[in-house]
Every structure is written in C-alpha cells, then in structure tokens.
C-alpha cells in the first residue's frame, strides 16, 4: 500500500523552532512578553481591539461563556462537541438549532436568544452577527466582526495557526475583554482572588510558536483555497461537495455522500485519510441520555452528518498526493 495521506497534517519550520527555543532562553517559562506581544499581533490581525490567549478554543469559549452572565446560550446542531460542552461548564442552558442539510450552517435569527453562538463551520464565514453573537471561529478565518460580542479561536496543530494546544478570544467590549482575562487566571486581581476563575493560561512557548506562525497565516490560507479549487475542477457535475464562498479559510474539504461509510472505507483502502465532522451534538450519548434528544428532532443537521466526509487538505499537500485523492474519489462516487 502507499504511504497514508492523513487528512490533516501541521507544518513546522526553522523559523518556528527558533521561535520557541527564543522563548526557552527568555527566562519567561509563562506570563511572559511572548504572550503579551501574541495578543497584540493576533488582535491586529482579526481587527479587533482585544485578544486574550488562553490554552485550547474549548478554555476560549467556556471563559466567553462565562463573561456574558447570560443563562441560554444558543449554539448549533453541527458542531465539535466542545461548542456546546463549554456552555455547560459555565453552568449555561444550551438550546439546540437546527442546521441547513447541504452546508450545515446555523440558521440565523430563526428564534431571539440571550446568546447566539455562530460556527464558522469548515471555515465558512457568515454574516448577520449581532451584539449578543459569539463566534466560534475555531475554523477560522481569523477576523472579527464588529458588532460581535467576541470570537474564539482554536490554535490546535490541524488548524491554521498552530501553538501546540491553544486558543483565545477577541472582542472591542473593553469590560468583556477585562472579564475574560480575570477569568483566565484564577479570577485574580494582584494578590485578591475577587471571582472564582481558572487556570487557562497559554505557555509562553506556544505563544512564540503561534506568533511564528501567525506571520504567514495569509499564505496558507491563499494555499489551501488553491488546493480546494482544484478539488472543485476535479469534482464538478461528479461528486457533490459542501458549499463554500470565496472567503472562507478552507479548514475543511468535504464531500457530500449518500454511501459516505462506504467511501471512508474505500480510501482508507488505498491509504487515504479522512474524516467525519461532525456528528450530531445533541444525538450524542452525553446529550441524548440525559435531555432525551432523539433522533428527527433535527433534520437539517442529521441529513448534512450522515453524509459528509472530510478529505486530506493542507498546505504541503502535494499534487500527487491530491491527484491520488481525487481518483480514489472518483472510484468509489462514479
């Protein structure tokens, strides 16, 4: 068999190892000048007044949940498990919503919520935010909207700006912004603890790693949406694959298919990673046990799971290995 093509895979250059060995010398282990001047760098970049580093875009949503004092929190159908799992660590009550069968993306303004959580699914941008609307972004793109509350983002090695495990959020609401950072630290204000907060502080070494890496963000995303077009050539009038915009950041490649179980198996056959995101959060056994969500409850959101399949997509995919993908494919969906 050839060598597997994993479905995701992180780079890591000289000019990141020099990054995080200049952290190791720094005498700064943790809350040092690599955080503060990641923040600065990554605000800057999402056109956002604020940014607050924390340890995981799980740690950055459950610190945006938790600074809102809202009691409903909103949040997809069709998303990782962590959108809505933090919700309920910050003692929220998590309201389900249906989600479009072809793109899986939240519909907005079905229902007025106290907190509508946005989900940048695959990468996908979406408009209509509104002051009570927090972005997961975890898939990027790396901007912010300015009528959002905040967005939160995921620094995870498969994600476009990597810092080992990471994540942070951004907002302009300087009182927001100065929540989440009490929070961040044990609810600390110098030596008072005056809120009951957490350990969700990022190492300054995967702060150097993510500033690295933050400076040729553009370029891959520029180069995953060149491997997403050619995708799109090869599959067009032959496979249906889930729709994106021209500004999407291409996190995700997924194909759309009616025997997707069938075809996982057929490319893990010729050494081809893939991967299913998501299934649907409240037909988990977690979610389904103990609310007594069931199956029909979410239409949208069961038709899009039970046919999307994630192919390889990543910068240093080369163009055998994409040509390798496309023919397993077109094996399995011809």
């Not at 994993?6 to 952290?23: I, N």
């Not at 809350?31 to 995981?56: C, D, M």
């Not at 300087?174 to 907060?197: I, N, P, W």
């Not at 995967?206 to 891959?220: I, K, M």
Request: aromatic share 8%.
């Amino acid at each position: 068999m050839s060598e597997l093509i994993p479905y995701c895979k992180h780079t890591v250059t000289p000019e990141d190892e020099a990054a995080v060995l200049r952290a190791l010398r720094s005498g700064y282990l943790t809350q040092g000048p690599e955080i503060e001047a990641f923040e600065h760098e990554l605000a800057a970049l999402s056109g956002a007044k604020y940014a607050i580093a924390v340890n995981s875009g799980t740690a950055a949503l459950h610190l945006a949940y938790a600074a809102t004092g809202v009691t409903v929190i909103a949040v997809p159908a069709i998303s990782f498990v962590a959108t809505a799992n933090a919700a309920h660590h910050a003692n929220r009550r998590v309201e389900f919503i249906d989600c479009d069968r072809e793109d899986g993306l939240i519909v907005l303004g079905a229902e007025p919520q106290e907190i509508e959580v946005v989900v940048t699914l695959g990468g996908e941008p979406l408009s209509g935010w509104g002051a009570r609307t927090i972005v997961d972004a975890c898939h990027g793109p790396i901007r912010h909207p300015d009528c959002a509350l905040a967005t939160c983002f995921s620094f995870h090695p498969a994600k476009h700006v990597a810092c080992g495990e990471g994540g942070a959020i951004v907002t302009n609401d300087a009182a927001f912004a100065d929540q989440c950072r009490l929070l961040r630290s044990h609810g600390r204000r110098g030596t008072e603890m005056v809120a009951l907060g957490y350990n969700y502080r990022m190492p300054e070494m995967g702060a150097a790693l993510g500033r690295s890496q933050l400076a040729r963000y553009t370029e891959n995303v520029r180069e995953r949406r060149r491997l997403a077009h050619w995708y799109d050539q090869a599959f067009a009038g032959k496979v249906q694959t889930v729709p994106h915009g021209p500004e999407s950041a291409r996190h995700l490649y997924q194909l759309l298919l009616p025997n997707r179980d069938a075809a996982q198996q057929h490319l893990a056959s010729r050494g081809i990673g893939t991967a299913i995101h998501y299934p649907v959060i409240p037909l988990q056994p977690y979610y389904r046990d103990r609310y007594g969500y069931r199956p029909g409850m979410f239409p949208g959101a069961e038709s899009h799971a039970a046919r999307t399949l994630s192919l390889p997509l990543f910068p240093g995919l080369t163009e055998a290995e994409q040509d390798r993908v496309i023919a397993a494919v077109l094996e399995v969906a011809g």
